[in-house]
């Protein structure tokens, strides 16, 4: 039997939670999160949703967060580090290299916030279903309760 990796998937889209968790089960597969920066997706209430990114030794203005058509796109740049002082640096195990990571957002889910704490970029997400999406419940109206007659033949 042939076993697919949904992991890709998985980690780079929000709000398919169902879709993937169904397609996780049948596969058998379990979720993993390489690559850098390392970050997490969690659902913080019913529409609700956050992603956490380790961005240690980036600044908020060395970071852009933009959405276009559905993608959220998080990059970042780091300036000069020198800021005019002569050092040599003897071990770097800070990794402060430019990144770009991509999630593609399910339909009605936009960012409503992002904030930078202890080295966590935070960016939160809240899907809006538009009013005439959404399920509505049909009341039915008593009717006249008719009856048909048989004809005897």
């Given at each position: 039997?042939r076993?697919?990796?949904?992991?890709?998937?998985?980690?780079?889209?929000?709000?398919?939670?169902?879709?993937?968790?169904?397609l996780?089960?049948?596969?058998?597969?379990?979720?993993?999160?390489?690559?850098?920066?390392?970050?997490?997706?969690?659902?913080?209430?019913?529409?609700?949703y956050?992603?956490?990114?380790?961005?240690?030794g980036?600044?908020?203005?060395?970071?852009?967060?933009?959405?276009?058509?559905?993608?959220?796109?998080?990059k970042?740049?780091k300036?000069?580090?020198?800021?005019?002082?002569?050092?040599e640096?003897?071990?770097?195990?800070?990794?402060?290299?430019?990144?770009?990571?991509?999630?593609?957002?399910?339909?009605?889910?936009e960012?409503?916030?992002?904030s930078?704490?202890?080295?966590l970029?935070?960016?939160d997400?809240?899907?809006?279903?538009?009013?005439?999406?959404?399920?509505?419940?049909i009341?039915?109206?008593?009717?006249?309760?008719?009856?048909?007659?048989?004809?005897?033949?």
């Amino acid at each position: 039997m042939r076993h697919y990796d949904l992991s890709p998937l998985y980690r780079s889209t929000v709000g398919f939670d169902r879709l993937f968790s169904m397609l996780d089960t049948l596969s058998g597969g379990e979720a993993s999160t390489p690559g850098y920066p390392p970050y997490n997706i969690e659902r913080t209430g019913e529409d609700a949703y956050r992603i956490t990114m380790a961005v240690a030794g980036f600044g908020d203005q060395d970071i852009d967060i933009e959405t276009r058509q559905g993608v959220l796109t998080v990059k970042a740049q780091k300036g000069d580090e020198t800021d005019g002082e002569d050092r040599e640096i003897l071990h770097r195990g800070i990794a402060a290299r430019s990144f770009e990571r991509r999630f593609q957002l399910a339909d009605h889910v936009e960012v409503s916030g992002a904030s930078l704490q202890n080295g966590l970029l935070h960016i939160d997400l809240v899907r809006e279903v538009p009013e005439a999406m959404k399920p509505r419940k049909i009341a039915i109206a008593p009717g006249d309760a008719k009856q048909i007659e048989a004809k005897a033949a």
